[in-house]
């Protein structure tokens, strides 16, 4: 199977990378990404002498260079992971959410047209369908309803890849994954976060009172649903993956809190947490869940991390991983920072 993946240099592509060379010794993987402040060949470093595995670092959106990929190179399969994907970022500047998320999974289907693939995975997210209240999940069949500039450019990145399967027979299946943690993920979102500021003294910003719901999945858990989706899924689908793991934001924090403190002895984190304004207003959706029967049934994957222990070895990669974090830790990330969390 020869692969292309895009955006393979971030969070979940870079797991997802590492999860196919080690899985599937047949594969072939060529990772076209344009190392945004989000894009790091640090992630990579384990596997970049790998012959099954080269890089290119491009634009998805760069028709004449995503031709002469395809072009040289005869893929079987796209793995789509490269998108702007945090939400604040969004709320800030809509722009290259618009740009990478829509225009340039369009020219990723386009291109496909020309040099037909077996399949193309987009790879989207739960965000799509909005909100959900106290009860109840959503299922492939619930409508989109994005609440955000980051879910709606992932949305109609969805309807533009079902319009390319309907009016094209690009061969589309659609990966709704809730929201993950573990190694690499980028210290703008929760868990991460969170770690890097009590590593570094500094305070732990909850957003509102800490009540809103996230369905928590481990990233290797999404690996494998990724790669049943690949290897099983049926053209044409969307297939949820959630991970059956809620918790408010206020007890994550409340547990990255005592893990580390177990861990580095340090004491009195609790005492840095501190409730913000909601950069998100409005926009923030109160909770996410999936319903994971279609996958279960037909694909028979099912979330298999328990959450404590897997969030351990996520906490216990950042430590032994300073040097990582210390490497995203630039002048645009402080920039960002200043800018989200100007009231602490
Ligand atoms: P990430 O921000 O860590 O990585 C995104 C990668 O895409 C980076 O390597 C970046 O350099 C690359 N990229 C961005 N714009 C590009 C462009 N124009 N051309 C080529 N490469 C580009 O994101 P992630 O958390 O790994 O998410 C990967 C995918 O999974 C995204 O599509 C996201 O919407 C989706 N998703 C993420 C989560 C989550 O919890 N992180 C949950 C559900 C779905
Ligand atoms: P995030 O990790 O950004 O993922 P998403 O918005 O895609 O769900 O945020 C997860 C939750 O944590 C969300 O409800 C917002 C909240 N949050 C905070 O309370 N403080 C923070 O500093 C961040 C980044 C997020």
Known sequence: MNLLITGGAGFIGSNFIRFVLRQRPECRITNLDKLTYAGNLLNLKDVEGDPRYSFRKGDIGDRTLVRSLFKGERFKAVVHFAAESHVDRSILDAAPFLETNVMGTRVLLEVVRQYPVEKFVQISTDEVYGSLGASGTFSEVSPVNPSSPYAASKAAADMLCQAYYRTYGVPVLIARS???????????KLIPLMIQNALTDKELPVYG?????????????????????????K???????????????????????????QKIGKRGLRAKIRF??????????????????KIEQTLGWRPQAEFNSSLERTIEWYLENRAWLNS????????????????I
């Open 178 to 188: 809730s929201n993950n943690y573990g190694p690499y993920q980028f210290p703008e």
């Open 209 to 233: 009172e800490g009540n809103h719901v996230r369905d928590w999945l481990y990233v290797e858990d999404t690996c494998r649903a990724i790669d049943a989706i690949l290897q099983q899924g």
């Open 235 to 261: 053209v044409g689908e969307i297939y949820n993956a959630g991970g059956k793991c809620e918790r408010k934001n206020i007890d994550i924090v409340e547990i990255i809190c005592i893990l580390l403190e």
């Open 276 to 293: 913000i304004e909601d950069p998100r207003g409005a926009a923030h959706d109160f909770r996410y869940a999936l319903d994971n029967r």
């Open 328 to 343: 995203v830790m630039t002048q645009e990330y402080l920039e960002y920072y200043e800018n989200v969390y100007k009231s």
